[in-house]
Nanobody
Framework: QVQLVESGGGLVQAGGSLRLSCAVSGRTFSSYTMAWFRQAPGKEREFVVAISRSGGSTYYADSVKGRFTISRDNAKNTVYLQMDSLKPEDTAVYYC?????????????????WGQGTQVTVSS
């Protein structure tokens, strides 16, 4: 059983930064493609970014490109999301997701495992 636990959310002013972490337990972390999604109130869950198994490739949504950075530490079974230049429209619950497939997916149904989410609130 794979478990994902996010942490690092909180309240920040516009222009500020936060770093989210997602700790993964269970089977071999390095065999999973990882991603971050987010869901704002009343909206669909949307893709933010994905990272390949080795960490050598990343894929960003246009809305966060240049402001967010995903990374992973396979020795620590953890994936990170560094969020800089935050905007009020970044306010959402952020979810970590994993798939054992080598491909990344922008759709939520491409991922088999999910964390419980962590709230990020950006004030103007």
């Amino acid at each position: 059983q794979v478990q994902l636990v996010e942490s690092g959310g909180g309240l920040v002013q516009a222009g500020g930064s936060l770093r989210l972490s997602c700790a993964v337990s269970g089977r071999t972390f390095s065999s999973y493609t990882m991603a971050w999604f987010r869901q704002a109130p009343g909206k669909e869950r949307e893709f933010v970014v994905a990272i390949s198994r080795s960490g050598g490739s990343t894929y960003y949504a246009d809305s966060v490109k240049g402001r967010f950075t995903i990374s992973r530490d396979n020795a620590k079974n953890t994936v990170y999301l560094q969020m800089d230049s935050l905007k009020p429209e970044d306010t959402a619950v952020y979810y970590c997701a994993a798939t054992p497939r080598s491909s990344w997916y922008a759709g939520r149904y491409g991922y088999d495992y999910w964390g419980q989410g962590t709230q990020v609130t950006v004030s103007s």
